[in-house]
């Protein structure tokens, strides 16, 4: 019997992995990478299985301390990990772990399976903001990701991007690395719902209402189409989403309204067509409603600011 894992569905990497230097350009930035790489350990390898600078190797007896942000994801194998802040679990194949700067962490494959693990290095004045504004666990480093392919497009971009090393790379690689971090966080924020019926109702409602926001939906109609009550749909649509159907479908109009005022120079009555609103004043009613300005003294406002 063949399990069916992440590396599976793309080719081979060999493994690679780099150290980059930062200049004040990038700490301005307010975020830069340290480090990328990839490994692939075999069964009954060493750990590590190359050689890393000096202030980065890492043995099982002695663990290691950094002084960057880290995600670690074991896209095949499985292995074990603990830190100064939680105990000793396994990391299965489609896990991701967090290492924090200054928290002592060992980690290793287990030598039955080995595993194959990339990796990312970061820091940075945004970087500390965010980590710090309980976005992260610093006490469940872990999230399990599954089979999921867009974290191994992301590694791959990475670290490509990086063997490339095209002028302004610095800053496209902390953009992946935020879309890696947001991906993440996407996921554990929902991780509660993945195997949960209605959770995953819910999520196929979002979809569809993110699908043709600028139209009226008859959420009782949806409801029916997912069989369920309309208040159960709408108890769990909020309970999970913090919003009302209507209430989450009138954002979605209003979000867009907004983009458009700042990156467009539709007028307002235009704007009120393209996001589904039958009158302007309407319109401008719930926008004022929602950001506490009309449609109008929005964009000039945003104007101003540029």
Known sequence: M??????????????????????????????YITTVGYSKVGPNDDYPNQE???????????????????????????????????????????????????????????HKSGWEEYWVGFNGYYIEQLMTNSFFDRQSPFVYLGLNKDILVLFRNLIEMVQASLTGYPQQIAGITMQILGLINNVALHRDYNNDPVGKLIAKAKFIIQESFENTIDMQQLAKELSMSYSSFRKAFKQITGESPNQYHLSLRLNRARDLLTSTVLKINEIAEHTGFDSVFYFSKMFKKKNGVSPKSYRSMEEDRS
Request: with cysteine.
């Open 52 to 110: 890393h600078p000096s202030s980065h190797q890492l043995t099982w007896n002695r663990g290691r301390i950094l002084n960057d942000y880290y995600i670690v994801f074991i896209s095949k194998g499985e292995g074990i990990f603990e830190s100064a802040l939680s105990p000793a679990a396994d990391a299965v194949a489609g896990t991701c772990f967090f290492l924090y700067p200054g928290v002592w962490h060992r980690y290793k494959p287990d």
């Open 2 to 31: 063949h399990f069916f894992v992440l590396s599976d569905i793309f080719p081979p990497m060999q493994t690679y992995f780099k150290y980059l230097n930062v200049t004040t350009v990038e700490e301005r930035w307010g975020m």
